[in-house]
DNA sequence: CTGAAAGCGCTTACAG
DNA sequence: CTGAAAGCGCTTACAG
């Protein structure tokens, strides 16, 4: 026997299980009980191969291990952006939970909502062989979602849980709909008669739960409906739709779908010269980090995202190493922060 | 020859190239050449190979090239943060990079600076075996680049390249001194007797480029040289180090590591009173999307983080295809964007 | 408790 | 131009 074989390794190659069994004088199957913590195998050897394994500075092969195994401890992420405040801090969240448990993180931005371009992105992340996450908050995500092959681990963090567009697979979501409603009765409550709504982008055709609440709480007010404009994700949409409300001095209430669009919103008001919250009030969503520091500082609703972005993981995790605890859906309360940029109508009759 | 042969495959499974092989009437290897593009092979073979492959709907298994081939073809981003505004941007420049050369993207994130800690991400996103990007703006970045054991393909996004803290890696760069300068000479040049300055961390402990360029202006211009004020990332930093400035009557205009801070400083100002930028002028760095919108809208540098990032995943791509050309180290050019919160001082003597 | 065999789905020389 | 063999670094039954 080669007492010297295990140290004459060429440094530029990674030592195998081969090399450590060598080391250790057991067969290279021991080395691979021991590194998943295997049971059956006696004290002593255990000792010598992880002695081995600390001495050549081991590290199992992460591919050869998901070809073998058929499973890989690794997640991606399907969503259309990474950069706005909801998905970064989702992303966030996921990545967190991820981190814990050892699983490796990997992105697929779906840049366009075509069904053929969505498939392609969604083939290319199913052959990761991992699970799979994806964010159905805006069309392509939804059709991400809808084209993930059955079988595959995947859970989808949606808009709303009525009839979510995955069918049967297990979601995570966030009451938007309730949250618009307390927003918008907030706006009501200090005496506005009705609120106006700049929306994001809804991810069907359907009626967006932020549009849906904030309707729904000006009718149980039974205060008029004004029809919402829409606004995109950013500031500069906010920003022309801010453009066309400032014009009308009957708005005194705006409601956005998203921080970034009521900072548009503030900004048009602004120009226009009217005063907030004394002319206008303006309500966003999400409280960004930034929202605080406005001038005005910003009300609006926060939500959860990294935590949903947690349990978003958490219920992948359970799905993919199918223990019998499926995670409960986790839906996170809302809530509203009254700051600044909110208050009383002005006593002065604003109406026509 | 059974004909039904490959026609009774359990829907279970995805399709082996053994599967399209037979399919195709020829051997497995015969595919392999036909998926990675090999020359020499019969057109009429190369067709046959193709529609058998179209029919089963194969998709060449990630893991098992990776295993045989040795390369994987996926990036991954080794980084502290993936929300702040400079992070996410540059991430987001290397995701649309890396699906243009259909690789895939994984994101590691560096919780702590701690030597053992950062050691241990690194180790596991080598397990990838694919390359690396490390973006080492902060200590912890900066540790992870020069844990990058040597041999793997591996770019860093760095502060300064003056001395690169990953030895003679490849890496790209912003040269944020000079912009730090242009930005300080824009606010003198209005007519300050000096320039304040709320710095970013610095990802050593040697002067920041940023804080350096700053300086370096003010000492050109002969102004007095102010203690730079640490603002940390975020608004509340700002917003800190801003109240203290807000009590000095003297300070009439000051520079900030980057807009969230800027932000931060523009609330405690208001708070103080103080006008912007009748009394105080303020100035940015980064222009991130919403710093257009801000009332008033602010005066920035402008950095190509986006670009930045494409830039080191094309080096990245040269590096591991070990192409001949390898790209030059591209630098992109800050600009100066001047807004609405810097201004002449105001005309009544603001000083002791 | 531990070894020898077969296999995961590919690629890479090596023959012909 | 195409096939048969060996191997990438592991895991999974199967024996003993």
Redesign the interface.
């Given at each position: 026997m080669n007492v010297t074989g295990h140290t004459r390794k060429l440094s530029?190659t990674a030592p195998s299980i081969r090399d450590v069994a060598a080391a250790a004088e057991v067969s290279y199957q021991t080395v691979s009980r021991v590194i998943n913590g295997h049971p059956s195998v006696k004290p002593s050897t255990r000792e010598r191969v992880l002695a081995a394994i600390e001495e050549l500075g081991f590290?199992r092969?992460?591919?050869?291990h998901?070809?073998a195994s058929g499973r890989?401890r690794s997640v991606?992420v399907l969503t259309a952006n990474?950069?706005h405040y909801g998905y970064?801090?989702i992303?966030?969240g996921i990545?967190?939970e991820a981190?814990r448990a050892?699983y490796?993180?990997?992105?697929?931005?779906l840049?366009s909502a075509d069904e053929s371009a969505v498939r392609a992105v969604v083939?290319?992340a199913a052959?990761?062989?991992g699970g799979l996450v994806v964010i159905a908050y805006d069309p392509a995500g939804v059709a991400a979602l809808r084209a993930v092959p059955a079988?595959l681990p995947v859970v989808g963090v949606v808009e709303t849980p009525a009839s979510p567009p995955g069918g049967d697979r297990p979601w995570v979501w966030t009451d938007d709909r309730v949250a618009a409603e307390e927003a918008t009765r907030h706006l009501l409550s200090l005496g506005h008669e009705t609120v106006h709504y700049v929306a994001i982008p809804s991810s069907t055709r359907r009626t967006a739960p932020r549009t849906a609440g904030w309707r729904a709480a000006l009718r149980e007010a039974g205060a008029p409906e004004p029809r919402p404009l829409q606004g995109g994700w950013?500031?500069?949409g906010?920003?022309a739709a801010g453009r066309r409300l400032a014009g009308d001095p009957a708005v005194t209430a705006i409601l956005c779908g998203n921080d970034?669009l009521a900072?548009?919103v503030?900004?048009a008001l602004?120009e226009a010269g009217r005063d907030i919250p004394g002319e206008v009030s303006v309500a966003g969503f999400d409280d960004a980090?930034?929202s605080?520091?406005?001038?005005p500082?910003l009300t609006t609703v926060r939500l959860d995202f990294a935590g949903l972005g947690r349990a978003a993981f958490g219920l992948l995790h359970d799905v993919v190493e199918e223990s019998a605890r499926v995670a409960p859906h986790p839906v996170s309360v809302p809530e509203l922060i009254v700051r600044e940029s909110s208050g009383p109508p002005s006593a002065r009759p604003a109406r026509r």
């Amino acid at each position: 026997m080669n007492v010297t074989g295990h140290t004459r390794k060429l440094s530029g190659t990674a030592p195998s299980i081969r090399d450590v069994a060598a080391a250790a004088e057991v067969s290279y199957q021991t080395v691979s009980r021991v590194i998943n913590g295997h049971p059956s195998v006696k004290p002593s050897t255990r000792e010598r191969v992880l002695a081995a394994i600390e001495e050549l500075g081991f590290r199992r092969s992460a591919t050869a291990h998901a070809l073998a195994s058929g499973r890989s401890r690794s997640v991606t992420v399907l969503t259309a952006n990474t950069t706005h405040y909801g998905y970064a801090a989702i992303l966030q969240g996921i990545e967190e939970e991820a981190r814990r448990a050892a699983y490796s993180l990997g992105i697929a931005v779906l840049e366009s909502a075509d069904e053929s371009a969505v498939r392609a992105v969604v083939r290319r992340a199913a052959d990761t062989g991992g699970g799979l996450v994806v964010i159905a908050y805006d069309p392509a995500g939804v059709a991400a979602l809808r084209a993930v092959p059955a079988g595959l681990p995947v859970v989808g963090v949606v808009e709303t849980p009525a009839s979510p567009p995955g069918g049967d697979r297990p979601w995570v979501w966030t009451d938007d709909r309730v949250a618009a409603e307390e927003a918008t009765r907030h706006l009501l409550s200090l005496g506005h008669e009705t609120v106006h709504y700049v929306a994001i982008p809804s991810s069907t055709r359907r009626t967006a739960p932020r549009t849906a609440g904030w309707r729904a709480a000006l009718r149980e007010a039974g205060a008029p409906e004004p029809r919402p404009l829409q606004g995109g994700w950013g500031p500069a949409g906010g920003h022309a739709a801010g453009r066309r409300l400032a014009g009308d001095p009957a708005v005194t209430a705006i409601l956005c779908g998203n921080d970034d669009l009521a900072l548009g919103v503030l900004r048009a008001l602004r120009e226009a010269g009217r005063d907030i919250p004394g002319e206008v009030s303006v309500a966003g969503f999400d409280d960004a980090p930034s929202s605080a520091y406005l001038t005005p500082s910003l009300t609006t609703v926060r939500l959860d995202f990294a935590g949903l972005g947690r349990a978003a993981f958490g219920l992948l995790h359970d799905v993919v190493e199918e223990s019998a605890r499926v995670a409960p859906h986790p839906v996170s309360v809302p809530e509203l922060i009254v700051r600044e940029s909110s208050g009383p109508p002005s006593a002065r009759p604003a109406r026509r």
